[in-house]
């Protein structure tokens, strides 16, 4: 029989937090294709999720590039009819040094781990989610840019910039059935994060799991709320 569950496409599903959604995903019964970007991410993303075998489908792409984006979304529609919802769980931090001390370089390696791809990941689906007249659209960005982004000044204008971009696609497609939203977190507590922090106090980190529930909430719901931003503040 012809699987007509939910397409959704992750982006950044190698990452703590993308697996997490795309786990959460294919068990309320989703298909998931699973965007990585490096070649290492594959074979352990195939064993990790194998057990939902094939409503799980691995995509490779690096989303800084927009030729590479185009293909793998038309991967997804060859594969599958229509795109229910992405989420964009890519990203990347170079920080802790004030704006002076940021090399030049820095700029560009946070605008294609933050911006760059949210920016080209949006045009590619964005016509799919026209077609079908439904969408929807959850980027990660995060709280530094919505407190004053101190020694992450690049980090923050590259997340700033998914905010913006965010508020205006969600007013522009009001009409045509697509909703985006952008998630402001704080420190999640991540594994990463543990490992590269172990001495902070993680009382006031955001859970991964609260993450995943507020997606799954809009992925079948809270149209109304298309163009917010949730901040995740943990209990600071
Ligand atoms: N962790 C935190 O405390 C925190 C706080 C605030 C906001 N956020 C945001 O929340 C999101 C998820 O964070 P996380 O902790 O899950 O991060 P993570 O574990 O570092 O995962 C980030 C993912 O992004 C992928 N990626 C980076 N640049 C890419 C590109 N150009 N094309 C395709 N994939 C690319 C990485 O792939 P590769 O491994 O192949 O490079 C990786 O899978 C990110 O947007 C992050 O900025 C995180």
Same mark, same amino acid.
């Given at each position: 029989?012809?699987?007509?569950?939910?397409?959704?496409?992750?982006?950044?599903?190698?990452?703590?937090?993308? %697996?997490?959604? %795309?786990?959460?995903?294919?068990?309320?019964?989703?298909?998931v294709a699973l965007l990585y970007r490096r070649d290492h991410h594959k074979a352990?993303?195939?064993?990790?999720?194998?057990?939902?075998?094939?409503?799980?489908?691995?995509?490779?792409?690096?989303?800084?590039?927009?030729?590479?984006?185009?293909?793998?979304?038309?991967?997804?529609?060859?594969?599958?009819?229509?795109?229910?919802?992405?989420?964009? $769980?890519?990203?990347?931090?170079?920080?802790?040094?004030? #704006?002076?001390?940021? $090399?030049?370089?820095?700029?560009?390696?946070?605008?294609?781990?933050? #911006?760059?791809? $949210? *920016?080209?990941?949006? @045009?590619?689906?964005? =016509?799919?989610?026209?077609? @079908?007249? %439904?969408?929807?659209?959850?980027?990660?960005?995060?709280?530094?840019?919505?407190?004053?982004? !101190?020694?992450?000044?690049?980090?923050?204008?590259?997340?700033?910039?998914?905010? $913006?971009?965010?508020?205006?696609?969600?007013?522009?497609?009001?009409?045509?059935?697509? @909703?985006?939203?952008?998630?402001? =977190?704080?420190?999640?507590?991540?594994?990463?994060?543990?490992?590269?922090?172990?001495?902070?106090?993680?009382?006031?980190?955001? =859970?991964?799991?609260?993450?995943?529930?507020?997606?799954?909430?809009?992925?079948?719901?809270?149209? !109304?709320?298309?163009?917010?931003? *949730?901040? *995740?503040?943990?209990?600071?």
């Amino acid at each position: 029989m012809r699987d007509t569950s939910k397409v959704a496409a992750v982006a950044g599903a190698s990452g703590s937090v993308g %697996s997490a959604i %795309s786990r959460g995903l294919l068990e309320h019964g989703w298909r998931v294709a699973l965007l990585y970007r490096r070649d290492h991410h594959k074979a352990d993303l195939q064993e990790r999720f194998a057990a939902y075998g094939d409503r799980a489908l691995w995509v490779q792409v690096d989303a800084s590039r927009s030729d590479r984006v185009y293909q793998a979304i038309e991967t997804i529609r060859s594969h599958w009819d229509g795109l229910h919802l992405l989420v964009n $769980a890519i990203g990347g931090w170079i920080g802790g040094k004030r #704006l002076h001390e940021h $090399a030049p370089e820095d700029l560009d390696a946070m605008l294609n781990m933050d #911006l760059r791809p $949210a *920016f080209h990941l949006m @045009q590619a689906v964005i =016509p799919v989610m026209l077609h @079908q007249r %439904s969408g929807k659209i959850i980027h990660f960005a995060s709280l530094a840019p919505l407190h004053d982004g !101190a020694m992450s000044a690049v980090y923050a204008a590259s997340k700033a910039g998914v905010i $913006a971009m965010t508020r205006a696609a969600a007013k522009e497609y009001r009409r045509d059935g697509i @909703q985006v939203y952008a998630f402001a =977190p704080g420190i999640i507590d991540t594994e990463k994060n543990r490992q590269s922090m172990p001495d902070e106090d993680r009382s006031h980190w955001v =859970p991964v799991q609260e993450l995943v529930e507020t997606v799954l909430f809009l992925a079948e719901g809270g149209d !109304a709320l298309s163009g917010t931003v *949730f901040e *995740f503040r943990g209990r600071e």
